[in-house]
């Protein structure tokens, strides 16, 4: 079984960046694929990043592509989210997943964070 814990959300002014953090317990983070998904009330949570084993593949949803980039430090156990060119419409609660297959579907992922808040001002 794997823990995850997130940090690093906030409040930012648009075009501002952020970096988030998951740290996962367990002597197995490097068999996992993880991800980033968000979620704003009253929608379905979405694929946001993710990021192969070994951190050679990394796979974003087209809203982020080229603003946001996913990166794992097995040494550490963490995966990061390094979150440039912020938008408003980026504000979401940010979930850090791990799983055995990468891709987009939620159900991909067998481990869930309890989120962090990204909030971007105008």
């Known amino acids: 079984q794997v823990q995850l814990v997130e940090s690093g959300g906030g409040l930012v002014q648009a075009g501002g960046s952020l970096r988030l953090s998951c740290a996962a317990s367990?002597?197995?983070?490097?068999?996992?694929?993880m991800a980033w998904f968000r979620q704003v009330p009253g929608k379905e949570r979405e694929f946001v990043a993710a990021?192969?084993?070994?951190?050679?593949?990394?796979y974003y949803a087209n809203s982020v592509k080229g603003r946001f980039t996913i990166s794992r430090d097995n040494a550490k156990n963490t995966v990061y989210l390094q979150m440039n060119s912020l938008k408003p419409e980026d504000t979401a609660v940010y979930y850090c997943?791990?799983?055995?297959?990468?891709?987009?579907?939620?159900?991909?992922?067998?481990?869930w964070g309890q989120g962090t808040q990204v909030t971007v001002s105008s």
């Open positions: 367990g002597r197995t983070f490097s068999s996992y694929v």
């Open positions: 997943a791990a799983g055995s297959v990468p891709g987009r579907r939620r159900d991909l992922y067998d481990y």
């Open positions: 990021i192969s084993w070994s951190g050679g593949s990394t």
